[in-house]
């Protein structure tokens, strides 16, 4: 098991780096325009990037799909854990679509146009008055699958996911936040 969260914890290594750095780049992009003025680049700069972004979010879940074998090959599980980690494997494969779009925009665009308290509200409010306490209700109290559980724990991305598209969409985010000295 150990070797089957080394391959994996890899991939999604692997995944973190290529959200956070589309993020970082979608911030770069998207404040140099604001920056100048150009609100029209500025939004066709985050669309590219929120495209990007979820075109690299369904490669991070196919790539989690495609090393199932390879996971297999490495390690010798019981049926019961290879069930487990065959469940895991796809949720993670969908939480990857939903984690990239998010990370583009709430960690990239929107505090480059000046919106970054969307940010933490967001997270903090699906955090900390959802996910943990349903988490912590399906573990102790109602005693759920492991399965299910995994999938309570990944929810976060995907309640997060409407919220975040749906701010992106009002465009609320595009600010010019330099000041003329002059």
Do not use: H
């Amino acid at each position: 098991m150990v070797a089957a969260n080394s391959i994996v914890s890899v991939v999604k290594n692997l995944a973190v780096v290529l959200c956070g750095g589309i993020a970082t780049g979608g911030s770069v992009l998207v404040g140099k325009y604001l920056g100048q003025g150009e609100m029209e680049k500025a939004r066709y700069a985050g669309n590219n990037m929120c495209y990007y972004a979820l075109i690299f979010g369904v490669i991070a879940g196919c790539t989690i799909l495609l090393i199932r074998p390879l996971v297999y090959s490495i390690v010798n599980l019981n049926p019961a854990a290879q069930g487990y980690l065959d469940g895991m494997l796809y949720i993670s494969a969908y939480y990857w679509i939903a984690k990239s779009f998010n990370s583009t925009t709430i960690a990239g665009i929107f505090p480059a146009g000046g919106d970054s308290k969307f940010g933490l509200w967001c997270d903090t409010v699906v955090m900390w008055f959802i996910i943990l306490p349903l988490s912590y209700l399906c573990a102790f109290f109602w005693q759920v699958s492991p399965i299910f559980l995994y999938i309570v724990i990944s929810l976060d991305e995907l309640i997060k996911l409407p919220i975040a598209f749906t701010r992106y969409r009002q465009f609320k985010w595009l600010n010019n936040l330099t000041r003329n000295f002059t």
